[in-house]
């Protein structure tokens, strides 16, 4: 059963007055963390990334409309794995179909798609509660995370130049310093102290959700675009300084056993991401060779099989067309099926693709 609906998603200015509580003084922070100073809103796309939006003493937090729908698809996979379903297996019966539908979410958000998705992944009632306090928790955490950064008034954010390490290292000095004052807010505003445990774990889970999405996108990609070309994100810390980051903002606010905690979520969720992602390679390569064949004697008839392959791995599918550019003629079935924009993104050089994506 897929986790029940989220409302914190729908109430961010609560979540935000909630996450205050740990802020009483100076009462000017206080003020400045709060509309009409600082606004926190939802987009309306399917993109899971967070930042703030400053204009003079204002800020707006602009959470991602699929963020916590993204998180949750995490969440849940790694419940599939770590807690035992029904039957006292582990990993559960739901994992295999769990891991490949987060492997085809990662795919999608790599791919050129205009409207990357997840769909929902299969649970068992026991492995609810944690993927969905995970996921919660995680979401709060963001809020926490840019809150910080208004709360510490950095100025580099997505600003920072790509061309000036110096630039770079500031900026990834203040996302060091914005998860630990985040982890601080996030454990001083806790509703009860018995969700400390999941307080401290949920941070990871968002890192290894960049982890999983962004650092795996080139893989993906390698064989349709120029990797020298790619320009990756400097502006943000390699995840694993974040970790060790706050893992010692966990030992020092609450104990070394916290920070021991922190690590060893860590390395499951290495393996976990490590298993996802031979699973995308895996299920990319298998649809291109099928797309290989259906394109071979291409039949209006087989338009849904079309459909139903660019669900597991569009970019599976972008490798059968870049070897086989009957799209180009007018006369091809499959015009309606694929969206335009793969076939505009297989229009352009391998290092325009890299950098109109990367
Ligand atoms: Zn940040």
Not at 225 to 248: C, F, G, K, T
Request: net charge negative; proline share 6%; glycine share 4%.
């Amino acid at each position: 059963m897929p986790a029940d609906d989220f409302l914190m998603e729908e109430h961010l200015d609560a979540a935000v007055g909630n996450i205050l509580q740990a802020v009483i003084s100076p009462a000017e922070l206080h003020e400045r963390l709060r509309p009409p100073r600082t606004r926190i809103v939802k987009s309306k796309g399917t993109d899971y990334k967070t930042f703030t939006v400053r204009t003079g003493d204002k800020a707006v937090i602009r959470m991602g409309g699929a963020t916590y729908r993204v998180l949750n698809a995490l969440t849940s996979t790694a419940a599939t794995y770590f807690v035992a379903d029904e039957h006292g297996r582990r990993p559960s019966t739901y994992w295999p179909a769990a891991r490949d539908r987060l492997a085809a979410a990662i795919d999608s958000y790599a791919s050129p798609l205009r409207s990357p998705s997840v769909r929902p992944i299969d649970i068992s009632p026991r492995q609810v509660t944690a993927a969905t306090s995970f996921a919660q928790y995680a979401y709060r955490f963001i809020i926490c995370h840019e809150l910080a950064h208004v709360a510490l008034e950095h100025t580099f954010g997505a600003g920072a130049d790509p061309d000036d390490v110096d630039s770079l290292r500031a900026s990834q000095d203040e996302e060091l310093s914005a998860d630990a004052f985040a982890l601080r807010l996030q454990l001083g505003s806790l509703p009860h102290p018995d969700l400390i445990v999941t307080a401290l774990s949920a941070p990871v889970y968002f890192i290894f959700l960049l982890r999983a999405f962004d650092d795996f996108r080139l893989a993906l990609l390698s064989q349709l675009v120029d990797h020298e070309q790619w320009a990756i994100e400097y502006s943000h810390p390699p995840y694993l300084h974040r970790i060790l980051n706050l893992m010692r903002e966990a030992t020092a606010s609450v104990s070394d056993d916290a920070g021991e905690g922190l690590a060893a979520v860590q390395g499951a969720l290495e393996e976990l991401v490590q298993n996802v992602w031979s699973a995308a390679l895996e299920s990319r390569d298998k649809v291109a060779a099928k797309a290989t064949e259906l394109l071979a004697d291409p039949k209006p008839a087989d338009a849904p099989k079309l459909t139903k392959l660019l669900a597991k791995s569009p970019i599976g599918v972008l490798q059968a067309l870049d070897a086989n550019q009957q799209w180009r003629q007018p006369t091809w079935p499959f015009h309606t099926t694929v969206p335009t924009e793969l076939t505009t993104f297989l229009k352009l050089s391998r290092s325009d693709r890299a950098r109109s994506i990367a």
